[in-house]
């Protein structure tokens, strides 16, 4: 009988699930079992497709937009957020429709509408296309919010009226990459308004500095998690610029074991809309062809919890 490689395994702490990813799907469950099937959902719940998948299996019908609901039908609004008009469009047909936008997005929607009214323009810093950015720009009159990418675009960017802008951010960006933004608007724009309180959120700054605080250990790291995931991807860079080779990887089927060729540390973490039982199966993967050590690695102990929306806390 051949003799295993041995593959030492880090797995990174905290990973997996975030508070407003719980909160989102447990929307989607309770929905089910108050209304029973078919619940509708606009968009992907968070960005999995195991979890948009079991959700599926057990009755939710997931739709791009609300023309697909049916009248009468219950519909819940993905986690990412969504624009004013989608809310104001389920009212005026008269939809039951339940919001798992996560807090710490509506938190952003709420300091975009004050900096509007205090007669702000918004550089809002993320990914051009991402349902949060879409989601964002559609609390504020059009016109009073423009997009800032890159370190490029905020040195391109030449606003009408430089001395009434403020700034805010995606949820799930590069720590690193919108430091170095923001260090550039801040000089550029010395009386731009900024959040008290950055809106890279707690999970995705967590789990970056996870994968800080492992890739130098590892000869390799895979990121659990789906390719439209930003924060997942994210993970993928971190690694990356701390110099260890990294992969976005979907579950255990995934594995390409050619990658793995040579590495005898790895390091494994999982985006905030991965599940822990993806972890457990690409780790029961690994130890078909490998005589697995896991390591553990210590790392901050996340307690928050969101509250579900009203009506539902009794469900």
């Not at 959700?55 to 997931?62: P, Q, R, S, T």
């Not at 104001?88 to 938190?107: E, F, H, I, M, W």
């Not at 905020?154 to 001395?163: D, F, K, M």
């Amino acid at each position: 009988m051949t003799q295993k490689p041995p593959l030492t395994l880090l797995i990174a702490a905290p990973r997996g699930f975030c508070a407003g990813v719980d909160r989102a799907i447990r929307i989607v469950e309770l929905a089910l079992e108050r209304h029973g099937a078919p619940v509708y959902v606009r968009h992907e719940i968070v960005h999995n497709r195991f979890v948009v998948d079991s959700l599926k299996a057990k009755g939710a019908i997931f739709v791009p937009e609300l023309d697909q609901v049916p009248d009468g039908a219950p519909v819940v609004f993905s986690a990412h957020g969504v624009p004013k008009a989608v809310p104001a469009k389920a009212q005026a047909r008269g939809l039951n429709y339940l919001d798992a936008t996560c807090p710490l997005v509506s938190k952003v929607h709420r300091q975009a509408e004050r900096l509007i009214e205090h007669g702000r323009h918004i550089l809002f810093v993320g990914h051009a296309g991402h349902p949060e950015v879409i989601g964002t720009f559609g609390q504020v009159p059009e016109g009073r919010m423009t997009l800032v990418e890159t370190a490029a675009d905020a040195e391109a960017i030449q606003p009408a009226e430089p001395e009434s802008l403020a700034f805010l951010t995606q949820t799930t960006l590069s720590v690193d990459d919108t430091a170095e933004i923001v260090d550039i608007l801040r000089r550029r724009f010395p009386s731009i308004q900024g959040p008290r309180s950055e809106d890279i959120c707690y999970a995705t700054s967590n789990r970056q500095a996870a994968v800080k605080a492992i890739a130098s250990r590892c000869d390799a790291l895979l990121v659990i998690g789906s390719p439209n995931s930003s924060n997942s991807l994210r993970l993928v860079e971190v690694a990356e610029r701390e110099g260890t080779k990294a992969r976005l990887v979907g579950r255990g089927a995934d594995l390409d074991f050619s990658w793995l060729e040579g590495v005898r540390t790895l390091g494994i973490t999982a985006g905030a809309s991965a599940p822990e039982v993806l972890v457990r199966e690409v780790v029961a993967a690994l130890a078909e062809r490998f005589a697995v050590t896991e390591e553990p690695v210590e790392g901050v102990e996340e307690r928050m919890v969101f509250k579900l929306p009203a009506g539902l806390e009794a469900a």
